[in-house]
Nanobody, 128 residues
């Protein structure tokens, strides 16, 4: 059974940092790409970042470039999202999702084509 479990969310002041984790089971990261999404209250879900370890590709939404870093530890089958310099507008529920690794590398546009498996999310609140 494929399962994705997010953790690491919480309350942080603006300018602070959090590291989210996405623990995968039922498949290996070698074969799948992982995307991080977020959904703020009253807003549409948006793709934040992705990683495909099969070709070491990563991508970021413009809103988080230079502040967020995605990484993976394939020995732990876990993907991380390091979030620095957090802003109140980063407040959202963050989800990780998985899909078969793309042939040409992952991208934010690729994330928006749909994912196969989803976690339940972890909330992030950034206070001003």
């Amino acid at each position: 059974e494929v399962q994705l479990v997010e953790s690491g969310g919480g309350l942080v002041q603006a300018g602070g940092s959090l590291r989210l984790s996405c623990a995968a089971s039922g498949f290996t990261l070698d074969d799948y790409a992982i995307g991080w999404f977020r959904q703020a209250p009253g807003k549409e879900r948006e793709g934040v970042s992705c990683i495909s370890t099969s070709d070491a590709s990563t991508d970021y939404a413009d809103s988080v470039k230079g502040r967020f870093t995605i990484s993976s530890d394939n020995t732990k089958n876990t993907v991380y999202l390091q979030m620095n310099s957090l802003k109140p507008e980063d407040t959202a529920v963050y989800y990780c999702a998985a899909k078969d690794a793309p042939l040409l590398g992952c991208s934010i546009a690729w994330l928006n084509n749909g994912m196969d498996y989803w976690g339940k999310g972890t909330p992030v609140t950034v206070s001003s």
